[in-house]
Nanobody, 127 residues
Framework: QVQLVESGGGLVQAGGSLRLSCAAS????????AGWFRQAPGKEREFVAG????????FYADSVKGRFTISRDNAKNTVYLQMNNLEREDTAVYYC????????????????????WGQGTQVTVSS
């Protein structure tokens, strides 16, 4: 298992930007695909963005496409989520997660596909 710690959340005005980070422990982090998910009050956790092990492929939810960018630095064991042009609807707790298995060839696009979760970081967008 991989241990994950998110950071970078906060309060921002609509139209603003935030950069989330997800730091992983363990030397095998680079062998896992990873994703960002979010959960708003009263709603189910939903997929936001995902990235393959070598950053060769990324995938985004339609709601964030063109505004959010996922990236990773395997040398630093970190996954990032750059969020631009934030909207009130982006308000949620953001979680990062890794694939269930190392050397996975798929991006985790649903909570059921995630093997390890971080504790989450709150993002609040005000109007």
């Amino acid at each position: 298992q991989v241990q994950l710690v998110e950071s970078g959340g906060g309060l921002v005005q609509a139209g603003g930007s935030l950069r989330l980070s997800c730091a992983a422990s363990g030397r095998t982090f680079s062998t896992y695909s990873a994703g960002w998910f979010r959960q708003a009050p009263g709603k189910e956790r939903e997929f936001v963005a995902g990235i393959m092990r070598s950053s060769s492929n990324t995938f985004y939810a339609d709601s964030v496409k063109g505004r959010f960018t996922i990236s990773r630095d395997n040398a630093k064991n970190t996954v990032y989520l750059q969020m631009n042009n934030l909207e009130r609807e982006d308000t949620a707790v953001y979680y990062c997660g890794t694939s269930r298995a190392s050397l996975s060839i798929v991006i985790p696009r649903s909570p059921q596909m995630v093997g390890s979760w971080g504790q989450g970081t709150q993002v609040t967008v005000s109007s």
